[in-house]
Each structure stands twice: as C-alpha cells, then as structure tokens.
Nanobody, 120 residues
Framework: QVQLVESGGGLVQPGGSLRLSCAASERLFSVSEMGWYRQAPGKERELAASITSGGRTNYVDSVKGRFTISRDNAKNEVYLQMNSLKPEDTAVYYC??????????????WGKGTLVIVSP
C-alpha cells in the first residue's frame, strides 16, 4: 500500500513562509497529476495547487502569486512553497498523487495531512 508522507507544516506568523514536501513510500511509475489540497476549519477541502506530469500548474485564485508548486519526477516528490502567508491560509494541507495506467484506469493516493497555522 503506497503511503504519502508530508512534512513542513507548522506555526508561522503572517507574512512568513513555509515549504511543504510530500514523498511516496514506494516508487510510482505512471504518476500524472500531483497536488496539494487544503481544508480550513469548518470548510470543505479545496484544491490549493496542482501540477501535471508536463509541468503545467494550476492554483486557486487566493494563493496565486504567493504559492509555488513543483515536483521531482525521479523521486516522486511534490513540494509547495508558500510565501506571504495569511491567517486565511490556516488549514490542514493534504498531498495528492494520481497514478494513471490508462485513460480509464488510475489510482489516487492521499497523505494524512500536515497542519499549517498562520497566526501572530
């Protein structure tokens, strides 16, 4: 069973930075999309950022210009650099990796989440 291990969360002051990392416990051979979702208290989980195997990125409007997602295909790792953090970025951040075998066959993997708290 593939596990995703996240790291890098914590407490940071507004305006500060954090870098989240996510690594798969086993080598994956057909990784397509990788991403970070987040769930704030009392809210639904939302996609914060994603990146395709070709490097195309997508961000939720609220983090554009502040967050940068990147990936290391050789290591099956994905990262989220978060700058200029705001209290509204406080959430549990979940790593997501999609392994696609064919157009109709894929597997989703999720991390257990890492907590980010932005507070004075």
């Amino acid at each position: 069973q593939v596990q995703l291990v996240e790291s890098g969360g914590g407490l940071v002051q507004p305006g500060g930075s954090l870098r989240l990392s996510c690594a798969a416990s086993e080598r994956l051979f057909s990784v397509s999309e990788m991403g970070w979702y987040r769930q704030a208290p009392g809210k639904e989980r939302e996609l914060a950022a994603s990146i395709t195997s070709g490097g195309r990125t997508n961000y939720v409007d609220s983090v554009k210009g502040r967050f940068t997602i990147s990936r290391d295909n050789a290591k099956n790792e994905v990262y989220l650099q978060m700058n200029s953090l705001k209290p509204e970025d406080t959430a549990v951040y979940y790593c997501h990796i999609e392994e696609r075998y064919s157009p109709d066959s894929y597997e989703d993997y999720w991390g257990k989440g890492t907590l980010v708290i932005v507070s004075p």
